[in-house]
């Protein structure tokens, strides 16, 4: 099987923005084929659910008024930061790398909480040891799941239990009714083969791991046993609790068509996405607040009597940002779908877009000539 180049994966907008964690997940769900010069890269389908992204060779992206180059080189996707679908055609054999726009966005999301998090507990000038715990939950897989917005909440449902050596935590077979954070101390895992009458040792499990969450999450039974190596401390997350985790929180937004108002009312924009991104297309007058560095912003260039309307892509970078502003006090809304939700009038009117696309060569061409 081939394998993708990550010195280069990591420098593709917005990919850079994703810890090594979190890219690698990504980069298990992608695909990455050959594609023959003189073929299309992508049908309308791909385009729209993917972000592409050109890891070798030449293409020629055509849309309704002309053609341009777009070249391995160029660290953004195929089309980012220009309206409407292009069809592209290899002028060379080329790879292309597809992935899913949803689970991107949702990725970049969940980082950019935790970074700010992350921050922000430096602001609150919490103990290492409360601070590296409170940051090894956010990397914990089974978070994913949970909305960015709730991630505030995680810490305050985790129940704390003293555990002695020993100790049966969880028992094969049995139905699940929670999961399992080991704080402090070590434990082991064991399985029983059908038809057996041994267990089988697994693995052995210390700070920061998650156990008993398959259960939790896929509403099956136990399919090992945790007992405890050591004497220790877990915190446990009841499944009622998981599953209030789960739950969309209601959120202020704002529609495209009130943005005229809002403005002339003296709202500020921002734009949360990564200066990567806000330098391709954005607001007119926007000013760039990324997300993982939205505490620092808060102390020093917002303000609590100001009115912010926030933005990103698709609207779920914004949310979020808009969660933790509102926590501190601030005034703010997202726009509803972000700029992806934008009409082509609205495009028109609030966009500024410097797409990153050099001229194809028979535009090249036309320019000597003329």
Not at 84 to 113: E, I, M, Y
Not at 208 to 216: K, M, N, W, Y
Not at 246 to 273: C, F, M, N, T, Y
């Amino acid at each position: 099987m081939r394998s993708l180049p990550l010195p280069l994966i990591r420098r593709l907008v917005p990919l850079s923005g994703l810890n090594e964690h979190s890219l690698q997940l990504l980069l298990e769900k992608s695909d990455w084929p050959l594609i023959a010069s003189g073929q299309r890269l992508f049908s309308n389908e791909q385009y729209g659910r993917c972000y592409i992204y050109l890891l070798s060779g030449e293409a020629e992206l055509i849309y309704s008024s002309g053609s341009a180059v777009h070249t391995a080189e160029q660290p953004f996707p195929i089309g980012y930061g220009v309206a409407g679908l292009p069809s592209a055609v290899a002028l060379t054999d080329c790879v292309c790398l597809f992935l899913d726009k949803d689970l991107v966005d949702r990725q970049l999301c969940w980082d950019h909480v935790a970074a700010a998090i992350e921050l922000d507990l430096s602001y609150q000038g919490e103990h290492d040891d409360e601070a590296s715990w409170r940051l090894t939950l956010l990397k914990s897989n089974l978070f994913v799941k949970v909305p960015p917005l709730n991630v505030g909440q995680i810490y305050s449902r985790l129940k704390p239990m003293q555990v002695k050596a020993g100790d049966v935590i969880l028992q094969q077979g049995d139905p699940g009714d929670g999961c399992y954070f080991i704080r402090r101390g070590k434990a082991s895992v064991t399985r029983r083969n059908p038809g057996e009458t041994i267990d089988h040792h697994i693995v052995d499990i210390g700070y920061g791991r998650c156990f008993g969450e398959d259960a939790l999450v896929y509403d099956t039974v136990r399919n090992a046993s945790v007992t405890m190596a050591t004497d220790g401390l877990l915190m446990r997350l009841d499944k009622s609790d998981f599953m209030l985790l789960l739950r969309e929180p209601v959120v202020e937004h704002i529609k495209a068509v009130e943005l005229d108002a809002a403005l002339i009312a003296g709202s500020v924009l921002l734009d949360v996405r990564m200066p990567e991104e806000f330098d391709v297309a954005r607001l007119h007058d926007a000013i760039n607040a990324p997300l993982a560095y939205l505490r620092l912003l808060m102390s020093t260039k917002l303000g609590l009597q100001q009115d912010y309307i926030l933005y990103c892509d698709t609207g779920r970078r914004s949310r979020s940002a808009v969660s933790l502003l509102q926590q501190k006090g601030f005034n703010a809304r997202y726009l509803l779908n972000g700029m992806n939700g934008l009409g082509a009038d609205h495009r028109a009117r609030f966009l500024d877009a410097v797409p990153p696309l050099s001229p194809s060569p028979q535009a090249v061409f036309d320019m000597l000539d003329a």
